[in-house]
């Protein structure tokens, strides 16, 4: 028998969808709804001896009609046919969640991740008919966002969650001129996202942006200065953005960035200067031999952020046999790896960085270090001399500054690992889903 008919014959349970105008009644079988859904198990035991003329009902407002749909088939036969949208997609993980379908969840997860990936990154926060705020994701530290953005998208997530704004039927919150709100709607709204704005990292962004997009919502002045503590190995210098980036130059994608979601690098922080010290010596102990490695610098007098990549080794030296009044020793040389893979680059300016790759040509120097010499590109191009830094244009391609000789406030160096598929699938899966199953809820 066509478990469709048969509900439709003999339900016992109705289930009203939708809100409005988008409102749909479905029937269906008590006993099908047990067996596939947690939700209902509970929900049928407790309400059996409430029912209305007989019928078991049940009010869903806050999943589509056009989702529900899907889900009932899948309860019917346990069959279902995803062709559909991210959007449509992600409707459906939200509502097989609340339900509990647990099976289904995890298909739609995995389709999700093979189909919609780029989507899912670019829309994941901005969906707010069904993101719900959790201070429990803003604490994790792999959080795959710009701090200035979460707090963007924090700030349109109080607006849609506060009652009392909404109420003041304004078309749209998000564009409104706040110089206009009264002091009961800053108030509103800050009591609505009170608990996740000591998570949000103050330190990663810029001092611009806090003083024209974050203190006009009249925040305490305290809360720029309880910074979290940093984890070990993540980078004050870099952001997520610029290290997918820095992983899609090493790719040769100089055109088609990575993003947060597709970056295939881990990177690791072996060394900051006002952790570890800014000598050479502490460089060569913590970093040589480490495998490829990026070099990051913020200059004191300027604030640029310029950088370096190392496809290879560093080391304090090399040996060379020599011969030498009728005998052979091992001599300390310079330490140089010639490879054409190696770039400099700056991040002075977020909108339009400057990327220098090796001139070819030259590639026998484009690495080189010694007991004298920190991590150095080219002849001179970047250069380590003590506490001191050269950048002057000899083997690679562009200046990335117009300093000669400067120091630095902060400097860091960091590792770099790649991702296996396996591995870059798991970390996508931890990354996103974290947040679209396991704190997602409707509004």
Not at 74 to 88: R, S
Not at 279 to 304: A, M, R, S, V, Y
Not at 362 to 377: E, Q, T, V
């Amino acid at each position: 028998m066509d478990l469709r008919t048969y509900n439709d014959n003999n339900f016992d349970v109705k289930i009203i969808v939708g809100n409005g105008r988008d409102t749909k009644e479905f029937k269906a079988h008590s006993t099908t709804l047990r067996s596939r859904s947690l939700y209902f198990q509970r929900a049928l035991s407790e309400r059996w001896n409430n029912k209305e003329h007989g019928y078991c009902v049940f009010t869903k407002p806050n999943i589509y009609p056009s989702t529900f749909e899907i889900i009932l088939n899948y309860i019917n036969t346990e069959k279902v046919i995803l062709q559909t949208t991210g959007q449509n997609s992600l409707n459906l993980l939200a509502a097989s969640d609340e339900l509990e379908l647990l099976k289904l969840t995890e298909y739609i997860q995995d389709h999700l991740i093979k189909n919609h990936s780029s989507w899912l990154f670019s829309n994941f926060v901005v969906s707010l008919n069904f993101v719900c705020c959790s201070d429990m994701s803003l604490e994790r530290d792999d959080l795959e966002f710009e701090e200035k953005d979460i707090w963007d998208y924090l700030i349109k997530w109080g607006i849609t969650n506060s009652k009392k704004l909404l109420d003041q039927n304004i078309s749209n919150w998000f564009e409104e001129d706040i110089t206009n709100w009264s002091d009961d709607q800053f108030s509103t709204l800050k009591e609505t996202i009170s608990q996740c704005i000591p998570l949000i990292r103050y330190y990663h962004i810029p001092k611009s942006y806090i003083d024209e997009q974050i203190k006009k919502y009249r925040l305490d002045s305290s809360t720029f200065i309880k910074h979290k503590t940093f984890k070990r190995g993540s980078s004050r210098l870099l952001s997520n953005k610029n290290k997918s980036i820095i992983s899609s130059w090493i790719d040769h994608k100089d055109d088609d960035y990575y993003n947060n979601i597709t970056d295939p690098y881990k990177f690791k922080l072996l060394l900051r200067g006002s952790r570890d010290g800014f000598d050479i010596n502490t460089f060569h102990k913590l970093c040589d031999f480490q495998g490829p490695t990026i070099i990051i610098l913020k200059i004191k007098t300027t604030n640029e952020l310029i950088c370096g990549y190392n496809p290879t080794n560093w080391a304090k030296f090399t040996n060379a046999i020599e011969y030498y009044s009728g005998y052979y020793r091992l001599k300390e040389i310079i330490y140089s790896n010639k490879t054409s893979n190696s770039f400099i680059f700056s991040f002075t300016n977020p909108s339009n960085p400057i990327l220098s790759r090796i001139v070819t040509r030259n590639n026998n120097m484009a690495i080189w270090s010694d007991k004298n010499h920190g991590p150095c590109f080219g002849t001179s191009d970047l250069c380590m001399e003590s506490n001191r830094w050269t950048s002057i244009r000899a083997d690679y391609y562009c200046r990335i500054t117009n300093l000669k000789k400067f120091t630095v406030e902060e400097y860091e160096v960091l590792a770099l690992e790649k991702f296996n598929s396996s591995a870059t699938l798991n970390r996508i899966q931890e990354s996103i889903f974290y947040y679209l199953v396991k704190i997602l809820n409707f509004i």
